[in-house]
């Protein structure tokens, strides 16, 4: 079956970077577009990043433009979040997440950015 497993999360100071890392298995990864959510507590998930199944297209959200870049590496089925300036806003559980037949997440990995 399909397994999405996020790591590289945890606390970080504003101005601070990340990379998050997402393993994929269960289905052919490089065939299939990815994207990075997140959600804050009180707040619904918000697509953060998306990648097309080659990597040759990418997408932001306007508040991370210029700060996140979204990457797969698709040898090694997995995909990428790397996170710099990071700011307090940030701060929320990421997912990853395939659309095999219906949307599926992992379990996600806490983003945690304070001074």
């Known amino acids: 079956q399909v397994q999405l497993v996020e790591s590289g999360g945890g606390l970080v100071q504003p101005g601070g970077s990340l990379r998050l890392s997402c393993a994929a298995s269960?289905?052919?990864?490089?065939?299939?577009?990815m994207r990075w959510y997140r959600q804050a507590p009180g707040k619904e998930r918000e697509v953060v990043a998306f990648i097309s199944y080659s990597g040759r297209t990418t997408s932001y959200y306007d508040s991370v433009k210029g700060r996140f870049t979204i990457s797969r590496d698709n040898e090694k089925n997995t995909l990428y979040l790397q996170m710099n300036n990071l700011m307090t806003d940030d701060t929320a559980m990421y997912y990853c997440?395939?659309?095999?037949?219906?949307?599926?997440w992992g379990q996600g990995t806490q983003v945690t950015v304070s001074s």
């Open positions: 269960g289905f052919s990864f490089s065939a299939y577009n």
């Open positions: 997440s395939v659309v095999y037949g219906t949307e599926l």
